[in-house]
């Protein structure tokens, strides 16, 4: 009887050590060794969308470096961090009439132009800022906005918007110092205000309330623009550019091949992201070639971390030697 009740126990306690070795896997067989095992159980489920933004990013190569030097992208990302130390700059705010004012300084030939009947959430009037560049129309437009979200408080925009309106003014300084055949097209180097939302604004109908910078632009120039490259979410770490939804396939076919000529052709991928309402979209329902340059998996977009620390001056370089070599492209083609 005791010799019975002996194995029972040691049956039970072998059964015990099974279990756990199931549970908690075998030492050496794919179990995830102790000093790991809760590492492994808190590990974010790799089917979140913001973990595999957050994974893709960390992940990413090295962007390359492009073969040829025209684009300052040292000081465009210190007029980005320029930008920011003013703080939040919604349309129509103090601040943000302060940067137009900076702006409109760095731009060729800058003025402002305001919009007609558009009021920012304090009482100013919105205004585009504006540059050009002579030649002949109809005129080849690069576009960024400069406002930012209202929303949530304390945004700062590093990536949007500074990250373009900085590239632009960049790609203008480049493009003044180099030499265009006769003939070639006008340059306009356009800054919307007002392509965010306001705060009270119903997200769905972000077309009617938002844009008002480029709709306005297109109402009062739309006969005299040729095309648009418009430039968003260009700076951040591992950027990567597939051609947005909308925009115009001919027009980004010969923006990637600018890309390859200039050594940075893996940043802009053969695919085709999600399509969206931007600052491009006024001139697409007008008719006008346009294309969107922005990557949509930047994990922190309209948010307090879109801050100068998620940007990668590679990135910003390679998006404006593609851009100068773009207009260097369009002007041998005489297009």
């Not at 006969?223 to 597939?242: F, K």
């Not at 999600?274 to 977009?301: E, M, N, S």
């Amino acid at each position: 009887m005791r010799v019975l009740v002996v194995a029972g126990v040691a049956q039970l306690a072998l059964f015990g050590v099974l279990l756990f070795f199931v549970l908690h896997g075998f030492p050496g067989f794919g179990g995830p060794p102790p000093e790991r095992a809760s590492q492994a159980r808190a590990a974010p489920p790799p089917a979140l969308p913001g973990a595999t933004r957050q994974a893709r990013a960390a992940m990413a190569p090295a962007l390359p470096v492009a073969t040829v030097d025209r684009f300052d992208a040292p000081a465009a990302l210190r007029l980005v961090k320029r930008q920011i130390a003013y703080g939040q700059r919604p349309a129509g705010s103090p601040q943000l009439r302060r940067v137009a004012g900076v702006l409109r300084r760095l731009l060729p030939n800058g003025r402002f132009e305001p919009l007609p009947g558009a009021v920012g959430r304090r009482g100013a009037g919105l205004r585009n800022v504006v540059g050009t560049l002579p030649g002949r129309l109809p005129a080849l437009v690069i576009g960024a906005h400069y406002d930012t979200e209202s929303h949530p408080k304390g945004f700062v925009g590093a990536n949007d918007s500074a990250a373009g309106t900085a590239a632009l003014v960049g790609i203008a300084r480049a493009l003044r110092g180099v030499r265009r055949p006769a003939g070639a097209r006008e340059l306009r180097f356009v800054l919307f205000d007002g392509e965010e939302e306001p705060k009270a604004a119903d997200n769905a109908e972000f077309y009617r309330h938002a844009l008002r910078g480029s709709k306005a632009y297109v109402a009062a120039h739309g006969g005299e623009v040729s095309a648009l490259v418009l430039l968003d979410y260009i700076a951040n770490r591992g950027l990567r550019l597939p051609r947005e939804g909308t925009s115009d396939p001919g027009l980004w076919a010969v923006l990637r091949e600018s890309a390859r000529t200039v050594g940075v052709g893996s940043v802009f991928g053969d695919g085709v992201g999600t399509p969206v309402l931007d600052d491009h979209t006024p001139f697409l329902r007008a008719g006008i070639p346009a294309i969107d340059l922005i990557d949509f998996t930047y994990r922190w977009a309209d948010g307090r971390q879109d801050t100068a620390d998620k940007l990668d001056v590679r990135a910003l370089d390679a998006t404006g030697e593609s851009v100068v070599e773009l207009v260097r492209e369009l002007d041998r083609a005489g297009a």
